[in-house]
Nanobody, 115 residues
């Protein structure tokens, strides 16, 4: 089964930037739209950005203009560039397919925005 390994999270001050990476264990993901999700404490997991096979991107209103999703099929990697981070962006971030059926979820990467 496909494994997902997210990385790049950390502690950053408000207004700062981070670049998340999601490495997939195999290349079948090139046939699927992929997304970045996040789950804050006490909240449901939400889709914040997705990218289609044709590289069309979509964003949740809360991150539009600040986050950029991209994919490098040759590297089996999906990225999320996050700029102008705010405390409300604090969450565990995961990548997965943009639509069901999902791959098994990875461990995610913690992003904490705090001064």
């Amino acid at each position: 089964q496909v494994q997902l390994v997210e990385s790049g999270g950390g502690l950053v001050q408000p207004g700062g930037s981070l670049r998340l990476s999601c490495l997939l264990s195999e290349g079948s993901f090139i046939f699927y739209g992929m997304g970045w999700y996040r789950q804050a404490p006490g909240k449901q997991r939400e889709l914040v950005a997705d990218i289609t096979v044709g590289r069309t991107t979509n964003y949740a209103d809360s991150v539009k203009g600040r986050f950029t999703i991209s994919r490098d099929n040759a590297k089996r990697t999906v990225y999320l560039q996050m700029n102008s981070l705010q405390p409300e962006d604090t969450a565990v971030y995961y990548c997965n397919k943009a639509n069901d059926p999902m791959y098994t979820w990875g461990q995610g990467t913690q992003v904490t925005v705090s001064s």
